[in-house]
């Protein structure tokens, strides 16, 4: 009777997680949303996005999405006062893949600054039934798809993200 025998991985043979963590903050005054018009990023320049940015070690993404919203709009919040909303799987054709999450928090007595006017041309707050022309297609699809109640969605795209 022969027996499988039970096959030691390697950790050298195990492909490194290749996966970019990032946050969003949708930030709310009743049904406005606040969003940065992005220039000199080298990314979606020209387009309105959230406060946003990549996840850092030893970070968690509540308190990621906490330290870019108090970065890029001088709005202070804890990890605890964001409300998850949904998560996003950005599949490009070829480069890494993303997983964000997006998350909500009420900025209703906060006067948001651009403390990024390297990054951020402007900033402002819209109906988030009205959104901009030029809002990052997939920031306006995951959006869409809460307000429809789904929280997770793939977004796939041809363009090369990293």
């Known amino acids: ?27 709310r005054r009743r049904d406005d949303v606040l969003l ?14 959230p406060p946003a940015g990549k996840v850092e070690p030893g970070e968690t ?3 990621a ?10 709005i202070r919040v804890g990890p ?8 996003v799987e950005r599949v490009p054709l070829s480069g890494n893949h993303w997983i964000g999450l997006f998350f909500e928090v009420d900025v209703a007595g906060a006067e948001p600054v651009n403390r990024e006017p390297g990054l951020h041309g402007a900033l402002g707050f819209f109906p988030i039934s009205g ?8 920031v306006r699809h995951v959006i869409e798809a809460t307000r429809r109640g789904e929280g997770h969605s793939t ?8």
């Open 1 to 27: 009777m022969h027996t499988p025998r039970a096959t030691n991985h390697h950790p050298s043979t195990v492909p490194a997680p290749s996966a970019i963590r990032d946050v969003y903050v949708l930030a």
């Open 36 to 49: 940065l018009l992005r220039s000199g990023t080298g990314y979606r320049d020209g387009e309105w996005g």
């Open 61 to 63: 993404y509540a308190e």
């Open 65 to 74: 999405a906490a330290r870019e919203l108090a970065e890029e709009t001088g």
């Open 80 to 87: 605890l006062d964001l409300r998850f909303l949904h998560v």
């Open 131 to 138: 959104l901009p022309d030029r809002t990052v297609d997939y």
């Open 155 to 162: 977004w796939r795209h041809l363009e090369v993200e990293d």
